[in-house]
Structure formats: structure tokens, C-alpha cells
């Protein structure tokens, strides 16, 4: 059964993605030591203690009746409860109930969330992206109507961007919005994967709606975003009456079957005679597409922080079940009968694999948390420069920590159903949900495809290229730092993380002549690769950081051995990967004609 793992949670915010730095710099505000830790225990304590043991109910569905969602049982209650204890409002602005916490805390809290119950959690992600949509682009009525309610939790988000003919190409999309002549709208068409577009958490659900109006200019510089409520919202801020919208559908999935992922249908006259959603503009007409990624970038780095929550989940899970079954004579063993299995060389591969990613992707999307929060930090005290190294830093480790760490993800929960064996495969162990809920984070908020393309075209370019450059630099940093401490337990880990961070400095120079060159089909070959060998080695780096912590002598030496594990058994990996990168495309290329 899963437990949070408050205490390396709190090592890697402090001193791997530089939380402790930036408290004693004063660049968090009045944010203590003391304040974070017990922020993450009774996090960990409410994630361990309430949501994992109704997390299985979920497996049960979300059935749809009339237009009503019903979700697990005891899960509209959980909600409420955890909604209570202030968890939605952590990074909410204070002007509107919320209490300006940094992003850091938001994303190590919902590792927890999420490790107990990925598709409870899944609610409260899009709250928190819609507030983030409002917060910057919102009108002050908007702002005044729904933001304290929404980033309390008592109201409840949604994004609407899929259609059966638009999925991550918006250009075809159909959804249309109508002036209404009051400053409303009215918005017709049908939405597709909605994820909590109806349900029985909240008095409300505000959906935020991407829709184009009659004169748009064509592609997705015609796009606006729309606030439309579920309920209309009276001025006081009471509730009125019901919106013309409804859940048409709800779709049976892979995993994360306790998520209810909605057919959404705008502006059908089910509810009056009045067709047309009401709706608000967000922001400015034909410009919803800026707002929208408002919401999408943080909606990225918590799917990334998802697969975390996921692979350590099943690594825990794992590690329970080769402590307890016993299978075959271990090498060495000198005791009678069978050994428990985690005693078999090829099982302690495995879990250790598990855990040296879980923490590697950890350490990468807290630092991107961290990046944001030194961007917003250096934007309120004015330092220009300082904000634009640090919105350049978020900005690159975006893609990789929601690519990089979804896909570990899925690796992690495949290794956990190996290392169950049979059982892995049969359904009472648990070990199977996980593999299955952890399978759509590569795909939805961007494609981990989309974020490689993202990753190459628009973030390596940041500065001229001069950022990822000094980037590597950083880390080129850390991995010195290891060998000039000259200690035995690392091993071969400095010259291994020198080579691995040579791999990633060639393949992201010729992937940035590439760009430059105008060699977009080469360079997009190769991408994909480049992203996980980027990750690969950023995280391997991040993690002899945290072994070169002095944190006594036995916490030191299993960081610098899961470290070494690291290093000497899957950095390998990326020399392959940068062949892949740069020599690779041509073949690639050709061969699709193969592809019949």
C-alpha cells in the first residue's frame, strides 16, 4: 500500500531542486522550513490515510444517467474533505482566498494526490489550471464571480479543446461562438475527452471553452476562449439557472476508470427554449489560444509530476511484494528453503531501476516548479533579466518533465507488473491498474510526441541557444563536483555523467544547426530520442546532486549507491540515443516509404 514519501520528497525540493536556497535568499516571501514540512506531512498524512484506501473504488466507474455522473463511492465526500483542508487553494492568489504558496509545494503535494489516486486527482489538476487562465487573462467581473470559489475548490474547472475531427490539429476545429449583443456569447458544438465535465464534486463546473466566432480569421489565429458555466452565476454570486450544456457521454477507458472523461454537447436547447451556451470571453477575441496555454503549461508539468506518482507508486508496490515472495535459492544464501525474490540479482535490477528513475524525474520536474517560482519571484521585484533566464529555464524543462517523466511512468508500472510476475497480470494485486492508468499521460495535455517538436523547434532556439548551452554547463557543474570528491562509492559516475552530458551537448548542437538550417524533417526525426536522452542525463546529474548532499552517512551512502546504479548501469543508454539523433533521420526518412 502506498506511503508518501515525505521525507525524499522534502530532500529533493530542498536540495536538489533549490527550495532551501531560495528560502534563506527571502525570495519566497515570509515561506519557512517549518512551514514546508508541515505542509508536506500532513499532505503525505491525508494522501496514505484518506485517499488510498477508497482509491480502488474507482475501478468501478463513473456511470452516466440522464445527463448525471455518479462517481466512486465516497469519493464526492473525499473531495469535500480534501477541498476543506485548503489543498486546492495552495498556489491561489491571496487577493482571491488563496495563499500564494510557490508552485514547488503544489507539485510535491500532488505527487501525493496522484500516487494515491490518479484519477481522483485528475479534478482537481483542471481547477487548477483553469484558475491559472483567470488569474492571467480574466476580466475583473470574471475574476470577481469565479476565482474565489474555484481556487477554494467549492467550484470545479474544465479545458475544452477536443472534437472528434480536432485533437491536437486545433485548425479543424467546429465548436462557434455568437456575439449575443449584452457583452455575452452563445456557444454551440460538441466537445470530446473532457475529463470531470460532469460530475458530483461541486455545486459548479466552469468549463473554459476554445470556440470560433462567425468573422474569425482562419487557423488557430481564430480562436477565443469562453467562460461557460455550468450554472449561471447570479451578481451576488449566488447560483442561477441551469446553462444550456450537458455530458452527452462518458467513455469507458484503459485506466483511470474512476475519472469521468466526458462527451460535453454546447448549445442544443436542452434546457430552455433559448439555444446557446452562455458564455464569457477570456481574454481578448481570436487570441483564446494564448490563454489556453496559459493553462496547459501547468497543466504539463503535473501530468509530468503524474508519472512520477505512478512509477513510485508501482516501485512501492513492487518492493512489498519481493519482500514477501519467496521463489527459488537466491545466489549465496545460506539458509534453508526459498528466498524472498527481492534477493535475486535480476529483481534488485529491476527495483532499482524503478527507483532511480522515480527519483531522477522527480528531481527534473521540481526543478522546473522551481524555475517558475524564481521567474515569478524575479518578476515582482522587478529583475528583468533575472525573469527572463528563469521563464527560459521553465520553458525548456517543461516538455522534458511531462514527457521524460510520463514516460517513466509507464516503464516503472510495466517493470512493477514483471516483478509481480503472474500476479502481476491478475488484477486483486493492483499492480495492473496502475500500468493501465499510467498509460494516458504520455498522450493527453500535448502528446509526449508534441512536447519533442516543442522541445527542438521552440525551446532550444531560447536565447539564440544560448540557454540550453549554459544549461548543460550547470549540470556539466555537478558532475565535476563528483569527481573532485574523489570518493570510492561513486565508482565510474563522474566520468560516466561527463560522457552522457557530451552525448547531450553534441546531439543538441547538431539538432540546432538543423533548426537553423532549415532541416526541420531531420531535426524532427531525431527529436523524440533527443528528449529522452536529454532527460536521461539531466536526471542521472540530478541525482549525484543529491548524494553529494551531507546528509550523514547512511542516507549519503545510499544516494551515492542508487546513484552509481544509475550512472554505470543506464547511462549507457545515451550514446545510443545520440546516434539515433544525428545520424538516424536519413534512414528513418527513407523507410517511411515502408510503411504500407
Not at 483564446?288 to 512509477?311: D, E, K, P, W
Not at 527542438?456 to 555537478?478: N, T
Request: charged share 20%; glycine share 10%; aromatic share 6%.
Amino acid at each position: 500500500m502506498y506511503r508518501a514519501p515525505v521525507e525524499d520528497i522534502a530532500f529533493t525540493l530542498k536540495h536538489v531542486a533549490g527550495l532551501q536556497s531560495a528560502i534563506d535568499a527571502g525570495q519566497l516571501g515570509d515561506l519557512s522550513d517549518d512551514l514546508v514540512d508541515a505542509i508536506l506531512t500532513e499532505a503525505g498524512r491525508f494522501a496514505s490515510e484518506e485517499i488510498v484506501p477508497l482509491a480502488e473504488n474507482g475501478e468501478k466507474g463513473t456511470p452516466l444517467n440522464d445527463g448525471v455522473v455518479t462517481t466512486p463511492d465516497g469519493w464526492s465526500a473525499l473531495y469535500k474533505n480534501w477541498a476543506a483542508g485548503g489543498w486546492n487553494s495552495l498556489t491561489g492568489t491571496p487577493d482571491y482566498g488563496g495563499q500564494g504558496l510557490p508552485t514547488m509545494l503544489s507539485v510535491a503535494t500532488n505527487e501525493m494526490w496522484n500516487a494515491s489516486s490518479m484519477a481522483f486527482s485528475l479534478c482537481s489538476l483542471l481547477t487548477m489550471g483553469a484558475v491559472e487562465a483567470l488569474t492571467s487573462h480574466a476580466d475583473e467581473r470574471l475574476k470577481q464571480l469565479y476565482l474565489e470559489k474555484l481556487i477554494s475548490g467549492e467550484w470545479t474547472g474544465t479545458m475544452n479543446l477536443t472534437e472528434p475531427s480536432a485533437g491536437s490539429d486545433l485548425t479543424a476545429m467546429k465548436t462557434r461562438a455568437e456575439r449575443a449583443g449584452d457583452g455575452s456569447y452563445k456557444v454551440f458544438g460538441q466537445k470530446i475527452f473532457i475529463t470531470y465535465g460532469e460530475h458530483d464534486f461541486a455545486d459548479n463546473i466552469v468549463h473554459l471553452v476554445l470556440a470560433r466566432l462567425p468573422d474569425a480569421p482562419a487557423g488557430t489565429r481564430g480562436i477565443s476562449l469562453f467562460l461557460v458555466p455550468k450554472f449561471l452565476v447570479n451578481d451576488d454570486g449566488s447560483l442561477g439557472a441551469r446553462n444550456d450544456l450537458f455530458c452527452n457521454g462518458v467513455e469507458h477507458k484503459l485506466g483511470i476508470h474512476g475519472s469521468p472523461t466526458c462527451t460535453m454537447i454546447y448549445g442544443d436547447g436542452k434546457f430552455g427554449d433559448d439555444a446557446g451556451a452562455v458564455g464569457w470571453l477570456i481574454g481578448e477575441e481570436n487570441r483564446g489560444l494564448a490563454c489556453m496555454f496559459t493553462m496547459m503549461n501547468n497543466a504539463r508539468l503535473n501530468v509530468g509530476i503524474q508519472g512520477v506518482a505512478v512509477a513510485d507508486a508501482a516501485y512501492q508496490k513492487a518492493l512489498e511484494y519481493a519482500r514477501d515472495r519467496t521463489q527459488g535459492r537466491a545466489p549465496g544464501r545460506q539458509a534453508e528453503g526459498m528466498s524472498p525474490i527481492i534477493e535475486h540479482p535480476d529483481i534488485q535490477r529491476n527495483l532499482l531501476t524503478m527507483k532511480s528513475m522515480v527519483q531522477a524525474s522527480r528531481a527534473i520536474t521540481y526543478c522546473c516548479a522551481h524555475a517558475a517560482d524564481m521567474a515569478d519571484s524575479a518578476k515582482e521585484s522587478g529583475n528583468e533579466e533575472a525573469a527572463r533566464h528563469w521563464s527560459e529555464r521553465a520553458n525548456l524543462l517543461t516538455p522534458i518533465a511531462k514527457a521524460f517523466s510520463t514516460d517513466i511512468g509507464v516503464e516503472a508500472a510495466s517493470i512493477g507488473v514483471q516483478v509481480h510476475g503472474g500476479m502481476g497480470f491478475i488484477e486483486e494485486t493492483g499492480a495492473a491498474r496502475l500500468l493501465r492508468d499510467a498509460r494516458i499521460s504520455p498522450i493527453y495535455e500535448g502528446t509526449n510526441g508534441i512536447q519533442a517538436i516543442d522541445l527542438v523547434m521552440r525551446k532550444l532556439p531560447q536565447s539564440g541557444g544560448e540557454h540550453v548551452d549554459g544549461y548543460i554547463e550547470e549540470l556539466r557543474a555537478i558532475a565535476a563536483q563528483v569527481a573532485q570528491k574523489n570518493n570510492p562509492a561513486f565508482g565510474t559516475t563522474a566520468a560516466k555523467l561527463e560522457e552522457a552530458l557530451s552525448d547531450l551537448s553534441q546531439a543538441t548542437d547538431w539538432l540546432k544547426l538543423a533548426v537553423q538550417e532549415g532541416r526541420a524533417p531531420q531535426a524532427l526525426a531525431g527529436a523524440t530520442p533527443y528528449q529522452h536522452l536529454f532527460g536521461l542525463a539531466a536526471g542521472a546529474t540530478y541525482l549525484a546532486k543529491g548524494a553529494l548532499v551531507e546528509i550523514g552517512d547512511d542516507g549519503e551512502a545510499n544516494r551515492i549507491a542508487l546513484c552509481r546504479f544509475c550512472a554505470e548501469n543506464l547511462l549507457g543508454q545515451t550514446a545510443a540515443l545520440r546516434d539515433a539523433v544525428m545520424h538516424g533521420s536519413e534512414s528513418l526518412l527513407d523507410a517511411a516509404k515502408a510503411l504500407n
